[in-house]
């Protein structure tokens, strides 16, 4: 709750903030700032226009404001610098509540001090939000590396990195300016020039013609102030961005003068660094950077309440003395307790007395267990997630329980270097001290519904029940899509594959909206490469598909192969143009070309074709772009061949090797890189990025190719995977 309060305050101040940083620039847009005027001259020019003038001004922009007195009393007036013709002056009175808001909150003395500790807050948020954003993507040096997560998640770290310079500078500049508002720290202020005891109390001369006031220059006033007329010992007070001194209204001396000390120009940096006046185009910058506190507070707020929802409230656990089996969860923002409870649901079913709790509370006083489940995310570099902090130090102090068998499963995303690496070093450790393992270690890529049904299979075969466990994460809402055309491809074969483009479907107004009311039909936004999700009839959990179009090619394609006994792969050939799914995008953005004119390799078999020709539609740059692809038979089911052969000719892609399996002599697409590997060795030494699409079988086969065929460069595939290089979508 104090972070959702500060939240509140961070948005008051980064709006606010952002508001103020304009008052600089419009200030230095509407002012010409002459060089080689001294003040004697632009005093000259002002005397002459307001012989009772009491004081000159010059704001950090340039602009000079200029106080006197008239017969209608006090007044100001703005001057030009260049001509000294007088200007309009208006303060304006909104941007003076803003600012009063960002200050003090329009509550005087207990707003500063909130302001000052909210500046505070967000130099703690600034660094501690660094240290996390440097830990979830392994370290400083893959701090540019593309972010995962959720929608909220990936674009409240992104936001912040993008913004984190400018908002610790505000924070750090902000609390300093607040330390010193209550005399916590020195601004410099108090370090006046001593008034001079005597002047030469001679009559007073034109102020054009003083020597002090000719030597300053009109680039460095701060502000002049007039000698009381009448009065023979009263003299000019001028103060300059060097320092501050007293000037003979009679013979233009310098009669005492105090340079500003360190503390003092020290103060002055920090407030233009703050404030952005004299520095104008700093102070958008950084009003740009406030912007983001009110989104970061938006997201952050998001990904807190996924959270909360999210957290485990695990129905119907037994106790950890009296289950038969326990299942313990490591998770960093709660997501593997969904698939947690739905083992401990399913298990329950089947008449065990389950015990589901955090790693973190791993005991040896498992009295009637019989088997250990470990559930586990990976955070970051290979750490541990939140909940399973402390599990392997617990592990180092416990003995093994002969009587209790245990076996892993690992959550993580395949892109990351070190994928599911907390979890293979749970079950390392687990069977080095002594352990009994049941089943091999099992890994699931991002969140796959699929593969935890799989991995459902296995246990209930070791546990000797048929478990069925299914579990779908908490996914975008839904949209319908028309089914506009497909291409279908050895329809002969068992096992058919289709290209099937979908449309987005019109969506009345209002239910009695006739025809030309139809509201114009739009696609959400994707890219190809991103997934989309669909529900087939009769399946809560949805199937992936990797895009092979992006939205602004009108069309949302997919390329499916029909596979035996599945459900939505049934489902999704058996449509017709015309026909409507329902289904949601889930962005994929780690699975894209790098941005420039390095060699990309695209490397596919069978439907993993579908995004990499995607990629290649898009190449409109020209840039180099190699394909390598296996099929099954040339004849019945080259995908894509048309529209590879006119990107051949049109040069988006550069070459094409092809690899068919059901022919004489067939090969397969690991085959064709090794056939290529000297020509491959040079795209890579020439910066080359590596993209592969298809079955998870295929994918090892083609890192074991590459692996051979970088050798000689003293590079391999983990290689270009840290630095961004080598990417997979893999099913």
């Known amino acids: ?99 009063q808001l960002h200050r003090s909150m329009l509550l005087d003395t207990p707003g500063r001090l909130a302001a000052g500790l909210t500046a505070l807050t967000l130099l703690g948020l600034c660094v501690s939000g660094m240290l996390l954003l440097v830990k979830r993507t392994g370290g400083w040096r893959q701090i540019a590396a593309p972010l995962h997560g959720n929608w909220s998640q ?6 912040g990195r993008i913004a984190m310079a400018g908002l610790l500078l505000s924070a750090l500049t902000g609390a300093y300016m607040s330390a010193a508002t209550f005399a916590l720290v020195s601004d410099g202020m108090q370090n006046e020039p001593d008034f001079p005891a005597a002047t030469s109390g001679g009559p007073p001369q034109p102020a054009a013609s003083l020597a002090a006031l000719k030597q300053a220059d009109l680039a460095d006033l701060r502000e002049l102030v007039f000698p009381i007329p009448g009065e023979p010992a009263a003299v000019y007070t001028l103060r300059t961005m060097q320092g501050d001194g007293y000037v003979d209204q ?42 983001a506190a009110p989104w970061l507070a938006v997201t952050g707020t998001m990904v807190w309440w996924r959270r909360r929802r999210a957290r485990p409230r695990i129905r119907n656990n037994s106790s950890a003395q009296s289950a038969d089996t326990v299942i313990l969860v490591g998770s960093e923002n709660n997501s593997t307790w969904g698939f947690a409870q739905a083992l401990h649901d399913a298990l329950r079913a089947h008449g065990r007395q389950v015990h589901t709790a955090p790693m973190n509370q791993f005991s040896a ?96 075969a070791m546990l000797g029940i048929a478990l069925k466990l299914e579990h779908a994460p908490p996914h975008p809402r839904t949209f319908a899509l028309r089914l506009a055309e497909r ?58 598909y990797s895009l092979a179009s992006g939205a602004r090619d009108g069309v949302l394609e ?88 006119n990107y051949l000719a049109d040069r988006r892609l550069t070459q094409l090797h092809t690899a068919f399996s059901r022919v004489k002599d067939g090969v397969r697409v690991q085959n064709r890189l090794i056939d290529d590997a000297d020509n491959l060795r040079g795209l890579i030494a020439d910066g080359g990025q590596v993209l592969v699409c298809g079955s998870r079988a295929m994918a090892e086969n083609v890192r074991l190719a590459l692996n051979e065929v970088l050798a000689p460069l003293k590079l391999d595939v983990q290689f270009l995977k840290n630095h961004g290089r080598y990417r997979e979508d893999v099913f």
């Not at 200030?27 to 080689?36: A, C, E, F, I």
């Not at 310098?254 to 020290?266: A, Q």
């Not at 416990?398 to 990351?416: E, I, K």
């Open 154 to 159: 990936r674009w409240h770290a992104e936001l």
């Open 250 to 291: 009679s013979t233009g001396a310098l009669l005492t003068y105090r340079p500003h000390s360190v503390v003092r120009e020290g103060y002055e940096l920090v407030y233009q660094l703050h404030t952005g006046e004299g520095l104008w185009w700093l102070g958008l910058l950084l009003g740009v950077c406030a912007l």
């Open 1 to 99: 709750m104090l972070g959702l309060f500060c939240g509140l305050l961070l948005t008051v101040l980064g709006l606010t903030g952002a508001l103020l940083s304009l008052d600089p620039a419009l200030d230095r847009l509407g002012t010409t700032v002459p060089s080689g005027v001294s003040v004697a001259e632009m005093a000259g020019r002002v005397a002459r226009l307001y012989p009772s003038v009491e004081q000159i001004q010059r704001t950090p922009s340039g602009s000079l404001i200029v106080y006197y007195s008239s017969d209608a009393g006090d007044s100001v007036v703005g001057v030009d610098p260049v001509s000294g013709a007088a200007t309009a002056y208006a303060p304006s009175v909104v941007f003076r509540w803003i600012k």
């Open 558 to 645: 997919i390329c499916v192969r029909r596979q035996p006994g599945g459900l939505c792969s049934s489902y999704l050939h058996g449509l017709q143009p015309g026909a409507c799914i329902e289904a949601f995008i889930l962005p994929n953005p780690q699975f894209r070309p790098a941005s420039g004119k390095a060699p990309i390799i695209l490397v596919g078999a069978g439907t993993g074709i579908g995004p990499l020709a995607g990629f290649i539609r898009n190449n409109s740059g020209r840039h180099p772009m190699y394909l390598y692809w296996g099929g099954r038979n040339p004849e019945s089911d080259f995908l894509y061949e048309p529209e590879l052969r």
């Open 365 to 460: 006083r498992y009295r009637s267990a019989r088997d250990l489940m470990l559930l586990t995310a990976t955070y970051g570099d290979g750490g541990a997630p939140a909940t399973a902090s402390r599990f392997l130090e617990q592990l180092e102090r416990l003995a093994a329980n002969p009587a209790l068998r245990f076996c892993v499963l690992g959550f993580g995303d395949r892109q990351f270097p070190k994928f599911c690496q907390f979890a293979r070093d749970v079950d390392a450790a687990m069977s080095a001290h002594g352990w009994q393992r049941a089943l091999e270690l099992a890994t699931i890529d991002r969140q796959s519904s699929q593969e935890f049904t799989r991995w459902g299979v296995s246990v209930g």
């Open 487 to 544: 291409i279908d491809y050895g329809v002969q074969e068992q096992e058919p594959t289709a290209v099937l483009r979908f449309a987005a479907t019109p969506v009345h107004q209002a239910h009695t909206a006739p025809k030309r009311l139809l509201r114009q039909p739009r696609l959400p936004h994707f890219e190809a490469g991103d997934l989309v999700g669909v529900m087939a009839p009769g399946s809560p959990v949805p199937r992936f």
